[in-house]
């Protein structure tokens, strides 16, 4: 019984830390664009089919070191064009933040229905990045979660050192603050958009590639993964970015108890309920501002 | 406004004079109509009283599903089943609204979209058995409408059509004094400018709590008319391609321009049905229909005729 809680707790840090990862993403691009992306989960899932692709029928020499390798300058550049294509042009309208949600919806169906088209409707398993188990006691970790673990703390980290401790980074912080301001200034400021968008691309694309080893590729899961995204940047606070690190983890553990204890068919259910009681006593989420 | 409208429900009339032996092309009206109506309820929410809710397929699917289980696993005659599914659905939208409609913008998106898809795993799941909704098998035996003995039923799409053409238009007609009336000018006013409005003592949250419940009254009604038509329900309503189409009639229609979704809709159910030979490609398709829309279609049809007709410059 003990040894199967703290086998939850473990699954719930996991995938805490990659929801953590994917939802700083979604924040950031809130705050800084105040765009609402919903084809975010579409994203993920190119992630997890841009490893498949490169491991698989491409058999990529260095496995997964060049998978990352390959795929930040590549989500980097896709998410720059997406924004530069699809959204900006939206920006000179009154109600483009209703178009925009209507235009990355209609994406999102595009390339949901894109990946079946073109990898088939069958799910895709990842091969794990490593094998084996390590012991401590009587609890069994997977080698692959610590690294999945790991991996997105340290790539959250390393994001955070970014927007901190660079210029391009202080920009994107400016923006966010005050775009006019920002503006004369002198920062670029369709620049720093379309950027923060491409980095938000890269993080879930990230997500998507470290998560599918664990929960396989599936064409349709698109979805699910946006709905948890939005959930919790909307828990956390839409563009705080410790209020989504801390609802990732709530969230990720809800998740991973309500699953053991319920099933898995009420995870949406007490996410949704989680999600409205706290709006409903918070309206701006956790830790958002007004 | 009323020109486009009463023109459109005219044509409408009559086309069973021409296509009543057709069943496919009746079948085709008798979807416009039941979206046209479902549209223009997303068009008056969106629109005009301003609120990003994305949980217009949800309460249609609640609609069709409360009068399916209401007359299958009760028992109860369709024509009363309707009525009840529209009030359950206005019900679950004001109990929706009271939370949400406190919220900001994407916010309400994000709770509303939420709402829809957890409709998917609660109709699936044991819950959604226990009251009735089949699991993912779906409810098929629903019976057709039957008022004072005579059978609306699939096989005799006619009599059908002109029940659906005859709430269709007291729906429009409803739809059409809310924008006509106080509640719509409080709407353009609050959308101007929201402080000002409040000023002058327009409660943004009473209105916009009516028109959400009102309008759910009125999707629930035509989800269940839906239900009673087609016979069978499944969870692959709450599928994201009906969403895309519902959200493709607003973008041809033009967001906030009344009468363009009814426009919408004809077009949008007519181009549906001639991609479905195209088997999965038609929502890829359907995807890329609304990334071109929205980039290219501004203010949707509405707005191009205002645009090329700069003498009919009051049609919304």
Redo the contacts between chains.
Sequence with gaps: MVFEIIDVIISGLINGSVYALMAVGLTLVYGVTKAFNFAYGSFYNMGGYFAWMLLIPLGMIGGYFSVFFIAIPVFFVVGYLLEKILVSPLRKYDDWEMKVMMLTLGLSLFMDFGYQAVFGPRIKSLPGMIEGTLELGQVVLFRQDIVIFILSVGGMLCFGWLLNNTRTGMAVQAVAQNPAGAKIVGIPKDFIFAATFAISTIMVGFGGILLCQKNFVDPMGSTNIMIKAWVITAFGGMGSISGSLYAAFILGMLEAFVGWHFGMIYVQIATLTLLLVTLTIRPRGLMGRE | MVLILSGFYCVMGIMPLFFGNTAYIMNILIMILIWAVVASCWDVI?GFAGI?S?GQVAFYVIGAYASAILSVSLGIPPVFTIIMAGVITGVIGVLVGL?CL??????V???T???H??LI??L????GRAIGSGGSQGILTIPPINLLGFAFSSEQLVPFFYLTLFLTIICTLILALIIKSYWGTAFLALKDSENFATSLGISAFKYKLMVFGITSFITGLFGALYAHYVGMLSTKMLS??V??IL?IM??IGG??KYPGVVVGAVITVTINQLLAPLG??R??I??????VL??FL?DGVIGLAQKFSPLQQKTG
Excluded: Q
Aim: hydrophobic share 65%; charged share 10%; no cysteine.
């Design positions: 969106m990003f994305f939370p406190k919220l900001a913008g994407p916010y998106a994000l709770v979209f939420a709402v898809m957890t795993p609660f699936r799941g044991p819950l994201m391609d969403f895309t959200m607003m973008v967001i906030g999965m490609y929502p890829l359907m995807g890329a229909i609304v990334v929205v980039l501004r």
